[in-house]
């Protein structure tokens, strides 16, 4: 039983970069268009052309400086749940730091020497985060608090009798936003249901590259098209864009603003501690000691809001059932919290739970159909129906999607 609540909570976790991202087959349907006069004068491809020249990559080196920027237009309680606000006290662990990423604009230098070597180094004002992965050593450190978070970067937990534990996610891979792994990512995961072209020219990070435009072939999607800047000399994805159907400015984009393809210095993956430096060992956390560190994170672990509204149903009293509608870009995964639970009864109980309130407050209008009766929370990117009977609708789709989709749910 504790497997299979393990298991529902693992793809709950994973439900909405799944829906984002828009799972589909494994075949790939090609738009046979051409780049145009749109930025520098760069030879015809196509986009299969375009696509082979990415795969066929084999930069490992570089540094340069990149941008992340999120505007998921987050309600102000979301925002701060999510991390928008920041992390009080400024944690060295990496999942912590995800969390801050989760809103803004973020800059942060960036070097690689091959799989086993990269440093990223954010730029929030004039505190940083630096992430060092030097073969199978990970360090986190925070300017701001001076404390540095150590792990291995074999993503195994050592057992009480030392013996070889059970695996989890890289601690190096916990930050993996750049452009090249969002690229990577979406090409692997575009299907039958996407239309991908080549769409104009441009110059990123001062350097000539063609644009991939990846647009869904029907309506319903939050997504009108993302669309990847690649390199024209070297294949490297140098920008990721995501771009919402109603317009405006993108939901996402990560890109490098400056960029060098030579071999970095060999001290720049070199790190040790500061003196006076509190460092906290992965193992340490993952064991639970120093408070709340055994927790997990997830999307739905963010909302402390939702986990009352819930009768906590990440793991804890609820069922966690998960199972996905639809396909490609309008797909939504449906979690059967099992809560027991009315939006209507909390909403009128003088007794219920501060933060369900204040989460349920933060919610948009009130709808109903078949399903029954319950709430949407939106965002520019997500939207999430929470039914009266305890079950949650999410996806990267529009609200009448959404609530069409639940609607028709068996």
């Known amino acids: 039983m504790a497997a299979n609540t393990k298991t529902s909570r693992k793809a709950a976790r994973y439900a909405v970069p799944v829906a984002v991202a828009g799972v589909a087959a494994a075949t790939v349907a090609m738009v046979p268009a051409f780049a145009n006069a749109g930025g520098p004068d760069l030879p015809k491809v196509t986009a299969q052309q375009l696509i082979e020249k990415v795969a066929a990559s084999d930069v490992q080196q570089l540094t340069g400086t990149a941008k992340l920027s999120t505007d998921l237009g987050l309600p102000t309680l979301a925002s701060g749940l999510l991390g928008g606000g920041g992390v009080a006290g400024g944690s060295a662990d990496p999942q912590d730091k995800v969390a801050q990423l989760a809103n803004g604009t973020h800059t942060f230098r960036v070097a690689a020497d091959g799989p086993d070597r990269q440093k990223l180094t954010f730029l929030d004002g004039k505190d940083e985060y630096t992430l060092v992965h030097n073969g199978t050593d990970v360090w986190g450190y925070d300017s701001k608090s001076n404390e540095a978070f150590h792990d291995k970067a074999d993503g195994k937990e050592a057992g009480k009798d030392g013996a070889k534990g059970k695996e989890h996610p890289k601690t190096a891979d916990r930050l993996a936003a750049s452009p090249q792994q969002l690229a990577q990512d979406l090409l692997k995961q575009a299907g039958p249901t ?48 995501v771009l919402s159907s109603q317009g405006g400015k993108p939901i996402a984009e990560a890109g490098f603003t400056q960029v060098d393809f030579a071999k970095p210095a060999a001290d720049a993956f070199s790190f040790a501690p500061p003196k006076g430096a509190k460092v906290t060992e992965g193992a340490d956390k993952a064991a639970g000691k120093g408070g709340d560190h055994g927790k997990e994170f997830g999307p739905l672990d963010s909302f402390p809001g939702l986990d009352a509204l819930t009768g906590g149903a990440n793991g804890k009293d609820g069922k966690g059932d998960v199972k996905v509608l639809g396909e490609g870009w309008a797909t939504v995964a449906r979690i059967d919290t099992g809560a027991g639970k009315s939006l209507g009864d909390i909403e009128k109980d003088k007794n219920a739970p501060k933060e369900a309130k204040q989460f349920l407050n933060s919610l948009g209008d009130k709808v109903s159909g078949k399903f029954g009766e319950g709430r949407i929370f939106s965002t520019r990117l997500v939207n999430a129906l929470i039914t009266d009977d305890g079950k949650v609708y999410v996806g990267a789709v529009t609200k009448d999607q959404l609530v069409k989709t639940a609607n028709s749910a068996k």
């Open 194 to 241: 996407t239309d991908i072209a080549v769409g104009d020219t441009a110059q990123v990070a001062g350097r000539d590259a063609y644009q991939l435009v990846l647009k869904p072939k029907h309506g319903g999607s939050t997504v009108g098209s993302v669309q990847i800047a690649v390199d024209a000399k070297n294949g490297v994805p140098l920008r990721v864009q």
